[in-house]
């Protein structure tokens, strides 16, 4: 057996560990990256099918697939409402859009028609304590009622602001809650710290030990959902016609 | 560094091998006796669901690191043991999480928020340093799952006191009735806050102190 304490078997061990190990988790992130890719596109389809009511807990994967093909379609617009051609909803990663400028970014938005009801989804991301938060938010046709809000977060702190994905009672506040005031101001929806709040219908209760989170809920809705008025006005236009 | 005893024949179960298992329960905990792996304990205390999925994910990673070190105890160079050690763990670790996130991504979900947790958690690396560096692999193992163990009877002890008084639930499970909260009671705001999980480790720790004397340091 080698000397262990030499100069040269410290440094020899030391640079061949660390390219063993750099080979082996590069390796293993590599060969379970399309397993890890599709398993994310299928999440996401998820996510944005509990918005619009599906309880999709009790689906198998296929069903889904399916059924988002068959009733969700999508579009990817920009701050100005245009719509960009080129894109495709599902490839773009808000995360990484995020970085960009307001002006710079691509919004994915999903459509879901059902019979005569139309359910416009917005894919939102926010800051929260230790990183990234997002939602996907399902709009009624009115472009100001909310229909349904469901979060994800990287590293928020599980019983505290992780709670913003698990509890369904703050999910659930969301539902019926208006972004726009009478005049038609945008206000977006209030996260209240405390308890014993009034509730009115631009605001909810936020989660008790989760301030920060809470404040990123609330910013997160206010900046980025209203990158999609310009697009949204536009089709409230083109509703106005066709009446 | 501890030294190593000369190699023995063990049966596989034998009473010493069981200590192992049955010491980090109550006499050698590494919480309360340890004083190892506080953070994590105070910050994923707040519910039951959360403080189990964190002890059985320590449970793993103590026991596997401690497995992978102790086979490669001997030719690790002295004046890099710790960082060796780091990567063992926090490659143990991306490992789990990167094959969660293939085969059982709803699970890797839940667990994502504490990889973070358990790479940092002393008792990974405390018990890597304490036993792993000087003994064989199956007693290395064992002692990774008793000390995994001791720490998620901890946990989820803790975790069952701050759920049910600070969100009158268990398990998620409402067991406060709303007719409670009408007479007049309310949830313990203050149990929500690591500042309770470190009041209630502290009634553990003199809990098992009286119970057992021995485990009063001399000072």
């Known amino acids: 057996m080698p000397n262990t304490n030499t100069n040269g078997y410290t440094i020899g061990f ?7 190990v750099a080979v082996l988790l590069a390796g293993v992130a590599t060969a379970l990256k399309p397993m890890q890719d599709k398993n994310q596109l299928l999440d996401a389809k998820k996510k944005i099918l509990t918005t619009v009511g599906y309880n999709t807990e009790t689906m198998k994967n296929k069903e889904v697939e399916a059924t988002f093909n068959e009733k969700i379609t999508s579009t990817v617009v920009n701050y100005k ?3 960009l051609e080129k894109e495709d909803a599902l490839k773009i990663d808000v995360i990484k859009e995020a970085k960009l400028k307001a002006e710079d970014r691509r919004l994915p938005l999903f459509v879901y028609k059902e019979g005569g009801k139309i359910l416009y989804i917005a894919s939102l991301k926010g800051s929260g304590l230790w990183d990234w938060i997002s939602s996907y938010v399902a709009i009624q046709s009115d472009f100001n009622t909310i229909e349904s809000i469901v979060f994800d977060h990287k590293a928020e702190t599980p019983g505290l602001g992780a709670e913003i994905k698990e509890r369904k009672s703050f999910k659930e506040q ?8 009478e005049s038609g101001n945008w206000v977006s929806i209030t996260v209240k710290k405390g308890e014993g709040n009034l509730l009115n219908e631009h605001t909810v209760d936020g989660i008790t030990g989760a301030t920060m989170t809470s404040v990123g809920v609330e910013d997160m809705l206010k900046s980025n959902l209203k990158l999609y008025e310009a697009y949204f006005d536009k089709l409230k236009n083109l509703q106005k016609e066709k009446i | 560094m501890a030294v190593e005893t ?11 091998n069981r200590r192992l298992l049955s010491d ?12 190892l792996g506080i953070c994590s304990a105070l910050a994923v205390t707040t519910q039951v669901k959360p403080a189990f999925v964190m002890a059985l994910s320590v449970i793993f990673v103590t026991a596997m690191s401690n497995l992978a070190t102790s086979l490669v105890r001997n030719y690790i160079p002295n004046r890099i043991r710790m960082i060796v050690q780091l990567v063992i763990i926090a ?10 996130k293939a085969f059982v991504y709803d699970i890797s979900q839940q667990l994502s928020v504490f990889v973070g947790l358990i790479i ?3 008792i990974v690396m405390g018990r890597l340093e304490a036993f792993a560096m000087a003994n064989r692999p199956w007693p290395a193992l064992l ?8 720490y998620g009877a901890i946990l989820v002890v803790v975790a069952i006191f701050r759920e049910f008084f600070g969100s009158g639930s268990l398990v998620g499970f409402k067991l406060i009735p709303e007719a409670a909260y009408k007479a007049g009671y309310f949830n313990n705001g203050v149990m929500l806050t690591p500042a309770a999980a470190m009041f209630l480790i502290g009634v553990i720790i003199w809990l098992q102190r009286t119970r057992n004397k021995e485990l009063v340091d001399a000072s």
């Open chain 2, 91 to 100: 490659t143990l670790v991306i490992l789990v999480d990167q094959f969660l």
């Open chain 2, 6 to 16: 000369a190699p023995v024949k063990e049966p596989l179960l034998s009473k010493k």
């Open chain 2, 24 to 35: 980090p329960l109550d006499s050698n905990n590494p919480i309360t006796i340890q004083v």
């Open chain 1, 14 to 20: 030391a640079i061949g560990m660390t390219v063993l």
């Open chain 2, 120 to 122: 940092t958690n002393c």
């Open chain 2, 143 to 150: 002692d990774g799952i008793g000390n995994g163990l001791g």
């Open chain 1, 81 to 83: 409402g245009e719509e």
């Open chain 1, 174 to 181: 969301f539902a019926g809650k208006k972004l726009y005031d």
